[in-house]
Structure formats: structure tokens, C-alpha cells
């Protein structure tokens, strides 16, 4: 429930009130993202509906219309990227104004790719199939005007919540609250490390991050686990540095 630094080592704060001081700590508390918020719409996770957009999704809409909901870099870079495999990318966005939350360059590239077609004041409103997602409702947030739209494929970027609240700002985090390690500590300033943090540490000597919770992190189990495995060697070399 809380991290602290006491003279130098960390100390956690369990919720059953233990308290433990150890030398390092790594965390890896993950983050939460947001889901469509439609009722019944987690039954098509992993079966039509994704929160990522890789090589291996984009084989799910080889030749298909799918949809892209976010408004923010990350919708748009996945809009990019599915039209090289989809026929279409429907990019649905809450507002009326595509470099309100997206860098200029993405919002230009999307502009000049004709399979991308943004809806504005578009929000899903329903989702259905028999055991793979089949059909997405869409409706006008502005008229409440509904159609209907066959799709396999829907990748929410509607924002993910770090799991870092514990933390009490006692870890440089970015604006969003994902931790900051390595380079990006040094690149902001906030390290209180002399040298330079190894990769995958804080901007407190000797806590580490790894995973969703980790500013910049992939969001993929295998990376999660790659980053897991790569902090224990940092940990070594901390702890035989002194
Ligand atoms: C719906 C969905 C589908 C996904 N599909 C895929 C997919 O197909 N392929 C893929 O590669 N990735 C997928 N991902 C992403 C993948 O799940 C994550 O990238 C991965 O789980 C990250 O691992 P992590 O260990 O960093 O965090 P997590 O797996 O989130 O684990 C964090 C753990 O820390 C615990 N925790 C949080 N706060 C505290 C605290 N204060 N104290 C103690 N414990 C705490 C949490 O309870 C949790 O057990 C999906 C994610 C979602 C949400």
C-alpha cells in the first residue's frame, strides 16, 4: 500500500500492516485499461475485440472492415498500421476533432490514407456475434442516430490506468502516472542516482519497474515477462555494485 525510503533502503507497507525493507524492490502492479463499457462485451475479448494491434491481429482482419475507438497516438498509430491489412478502418472517435488528442503527423498520415475513414461523434453502442464478434452497433452521440456495422475486429485505445496510486509520487512518473525508468529518469531530470539508472530502474536507486505499470512498456504479456526476467539481472548487478 506504500513505498518509502528510509536513510536509504526502501520500505514497503503491506495492507495487513507488515513492513518490509529491502534493499531493491521491483514493481510490476500493471495497469487497468478501460473497457467499451457495454454490457455482455467482455464475452468477445480475444475474440473480436483487442486492446493491442500486432502482427498477430492484424492476420483476424486480413480483408475485413474493423474498427478502431480512441482519439489519442495510440488509436491512431493501430489505424495506420490494421489499414496495411484491412480493407477498411472505421477510426470512431467521442469528439469533432482529430488533432485535439493526436499528434499532427499521425493525424495527417490518417488524413492521406484512403482506407481510414473517421466518424466523429461515434461511439459503440453495442456488440454481437455467435462466438466470435460479428456485427458492431455505432451510434451518433450528438442524434442518438444507430447503424449497424459487420465487423470481426474491434481495437478499443481508450486509456489505461497505472496501477501506481500506492505509490504516493514517491517514483518519477509521467503526467499519465506510468514509472519512468532508465533513460527516460535521466531525459526528465528526477533521478537522485550520481550514475546513470540501468534501464529498467526508477528514479530511486535500487526500485525497479517492469511491465504495464512501466512508462514506455510494450503492454504484451511476453514483454512484461521479458522485462521480469531482464530487472533480476539489474537487481544483481545493484547489489554487487554495493
Ligand atoms: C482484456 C485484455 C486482453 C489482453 N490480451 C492480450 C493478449 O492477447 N496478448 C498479450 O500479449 N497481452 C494481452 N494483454 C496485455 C497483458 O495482459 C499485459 O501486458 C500483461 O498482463 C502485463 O503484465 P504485468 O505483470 O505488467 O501486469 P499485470 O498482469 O496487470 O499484473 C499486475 C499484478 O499486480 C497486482 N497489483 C496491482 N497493484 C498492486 C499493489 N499495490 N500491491 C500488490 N499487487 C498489486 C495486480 O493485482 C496484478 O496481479 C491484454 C490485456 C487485457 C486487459
Redesign the pocket.
Known amino acids: 500500500?506504500k513505498l518509502e525510503l528510509d536513510n536509504t533502503y526502501p520500505i514497503l507497507y503491506m495492507d495487513d500492516g507488515a513492513r518490509i525493507s529491502a534493499r531493491c524492490v521491483l514493481i510490476?502492479?500493471?495497469?487497468?485499461?478501460r473497457?467499451l463499457g457495454i454490457a455482455g462485451g467482455?464475452m468477445f475479448?480475444?475474440v473480436g475485440?483487442?486492446?493491442?494491434a500486432t502482427p498477430?491481429e492484424a492476420q483476424a482482419c486480413k480483408g475485413a472492415d474493423v474498427a478502431v475507438v480512441g482519439g489519442a497516438n495510440s488509436a491512431g498509430q493501430a489505424a495506420v498500421f490494421l489499414a496495411e491489412h484491412a480493407r477498411k478502418v472505421l477510426l470512431l472517435i467521442r469528439g469533432d476533432d482529430l488533432n485535439k488528442g493526436m499528434s499532427r503527423y499521425l493525424s495527417r498520415r490518417i488524413e492521406q490514407t484512403a482506407n481510414i475513414e473517421v466518424l466523429f461523434h461515434t461511439e459503440i453502442t453495442g456488440l454481437a456475434g455467435e462466438r466470435h464478434l460479428e456485427e458492431i452497433v455505432l451510434a451518433d452521440n450528438r442524434t442518438g442516430a444507430t447503424r449497424k456495422l459487420a465487423t470481426p475486429a474491434v481495437f478499443t485505445f481508450i486509456g489505461a490506468r497505472p496501477?501506481t496510486e500506492?505509490l504516493k509520487g514517491c517514483v518519477d512518473t509521467d503526467p499519465d502516472g506510468f514509472i519512468r525508468t532508465g533513460v527516460a529518469v535521466s531525459v526528465s531530470g528526477s533521478g537522485a542516482a550520481q550514475r546513470q539508472p540501468y534501464f529498467l530502474e526508477t528514479s530511486l536507486p535500487g526500485v525497479f519497474a517492469?511491465?504495464?505499470?512501466?512508462h514506455g512498456?510494450?503492454?504484451?504479456?511476453?514483454?512484461?515477462?521479458g522485462?521480469?526476467a531482464m530487472a533480476v539481472a539489474f537487481v544483481h548487478d545493484y547489489l554487487r555494485s554495493g
Open positions: 500500500v510490476a502492479t500493471g495497469a487497468s485499461y473497457r467482455d475479448d480475444g475485440v483487442y486492446y493491442a498477430m496501477h500506492w517492469a511491465g504495464d505499470v512501466r512498456s510494450m503492454k504484451r504479456v511476453a514483454s512484461a515477462v522485462e521480469g
